[in-house]
């Protein structure tokens, strides 16, 4: 199986997206979004803090209307078998820079906003699985599908690849604190229900490759000791791969867990379509491809489209 993922895109911006084209041409049999797909609060005035929800939600539809009629997106999504495109989100598709919805003055002052986003990036999901479909994405902010006052926490999926692959679509956002000021005992990423629920689909598959697919990189964990502990314990016995973004650069590594335990693995893409520092620096234009096959995995990073980084593990060791 092949999986084609990137992150990072902001196309009010930069309107030209070849990197779809690209993926297109390899063929992928999935392609997953990790984070940034649009960026709320670059080139928003006012800010999306200031925002009443009305604005909000009119200014959320505009972005991610954006990214939907982008043609090569489109096409891309559109030759994608119906189901096979998964998207999650960093800070800059939920709130805005560094955003954090797990702090309860954060909720008080922007739930109505943390409401919308969600709903939203259900929505593009909802999307993305009918391969953007005219009307697929409702026309209006208005429409009810972004108004329900009850609406929950974004799912956050264990995916049945394969007998022997899983796909963990985590959220990153909902439950996160923030650092500062916050003791390392009480800070988290994903809060308790979300990694109770990951680590029973993990541990209920002993034997196959998880995927975790991840908004920050590994190293935007390490203010988080116990949801790092966790990730690490889970993967010195499962064969675990981050797939991340976030950093609008390629990358990969390995983080060790000891003799006889398997190390956790990343592969870092980001910065599809967007500059280095977002609106300044170099454009970048990357995604990354995995290979999941029966004795290994093959991981490729692509910067416009040559081959930047690449690594096998092999599944028995898990071991490069
Ligand atoms: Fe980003």
Known sequence: MRIAFASCVFTELYPDHPVWGWIAARQ????????????????????????DDWAFAQHVHQRYAGLIAQPQFAALVGAMPPGT???????????WDNSTGGDRDMRVVHGGKIRLATAFLEAFRAALRQ???????PLAPGDPAFWNMNQPPLTAAALQLAPDLMLHLSDGRTN???????????????????????????????????????????????HYTKDLAWLMGLAAQQRILVLS????????????????????HEATSSGAALKDAVVAGVV???????????QQVDISLFKRNRLEHSRTIF????LP
């Open 176 to 222: 996160r604190t923030r650092t500062f000021l916050v003791p390392e005992s009480k800070r988290t990423i994903f809060g308790d229900a979300q990694k109770a629920a990951f680590a029973q689909a993990i541990t209920n598959a002993p034997q196959a490759v998880h995927l975790w697919a991840s908004g920050s990189t590994i190293a935007g964990y390490q």
């Open 28 to 51: 992928p049999d999935r392609v997953v979004l990790l984070g940034d797909s649009t960026y709320f609060d670059i080139v928003a005035t006012p800010h999306p803090r200031d925002m």
């Open 284 to 294: 970048r234009q990357n995604f990354g491809i995995v290979d999941i096959g029966p």
């Open 131 to 137: 391969q953007l479909a005219p009307g697929s994405f």
């Open 315 to 318: 599944r028995q060791p898990w």
């Open 245 to 264: 973004g976030d950093i609008h650069r390629n990358a990969l590594d390995a983080f060790t867990n000891g003799p006889n335990l398997f190390p956790l």
């Open 85 to 95: 495109v998964d998207a999650i989100w960093d800070d800059h598709d939920f709130l």
